[in-house]
């Protein structure tokens, strides 16, 4: 994909951000349209998941506060799959697969980030995101928080956390995620300033 196509606009010109585009093969047995692509071509005969993606313009970014109950840990990257895995019933991902993050070109150690209640070891709240200094792109890849500690702030401070920490090296900010999540994450990132939302339809035979 050309990099002046999708800056013209990111939500728009792919479901994925821009370092993958051109790396991922759809199969055969899938097609990912945006929704009124969907609505004029129709499609039958799949099963249907559908995406938001949302984008920061990084305007008004201020470092968030963290309540004196919590803290930022350092912590191994097992960790941050065991807490990942206990956050979401549908979805997880390997130890191995989160290594595999930090061979990427968009790796930043900085922008992985864990909190924890002040004197416990147990994660209570993660995020991590990734920057595209070619396009000055940044992405937030995994943001949770266990089901017992939200709607403490928790979720909106790593997001603001991030963006705070990319605010140097992103001109613009992409998430995505599931639209029929019962979290509603939606709200989360449009509350942290995020817009601009297209819906993308995830079509597997």
Not at 13 to 42: C, H, R, Y
Request: charged share 25%; net charge negative; hydrophobic share 40%.
């Amino acid at each position: 994909m050309d990099k002046e196509f999708y800056l013209e606009n990111p939500c728009k010109a792919s479901s994925l951000p821009f370092w993958k585009t051109n790396l991922v093969k759809i199969p055969d047995n899938m097609k990912v349209l945006l929704e009124n692509d969907l609505q004029s071509i129709g499609v039958r005969g799949y099963f249907d998941e559908r995406f938001f993606k949302l984008i920061h313009r990084m305007n008004d970014i201020e470092k968030p506060v963290l309540d004196n109950r919590y803290e930022m840990v350092c912590c191994e990257v097992s960790e941050y799959a065991k807490h990942i895995a206990g956050c979401y019933s549908d979805i997880g991902i390997s130890t191995e697969a989160l290594l595999d993050y930090q061979t990427h070109t968009v790796y930043d150690e900085n922008l992985w980030i864990a909190v924890t209640e002040h004197g416990q070891n147990t994660i209570i709240a993660s995020g991590i995101a990734e920057v595209d200094t070619g396009i000055k792109e940044g992405i937030l890849e995994w943001i949770q928080v266990s089901p017992e500690y939200r709607g403490k702030g928790l979720g909106i401070f790593i997001v603001r956390e991030l963006l705070w920490r990319m605010k140097d090296k992103a001109d613009f900010v992409m998430v995505s995620g599931k639209v029929d999540n019962p979290t509603n994450p939606r709200d989360l990132y449009k509350a942290c300033g995020f817009c601009g939302e297209e819906i993308w339809h995830v079509m597997r035979k």
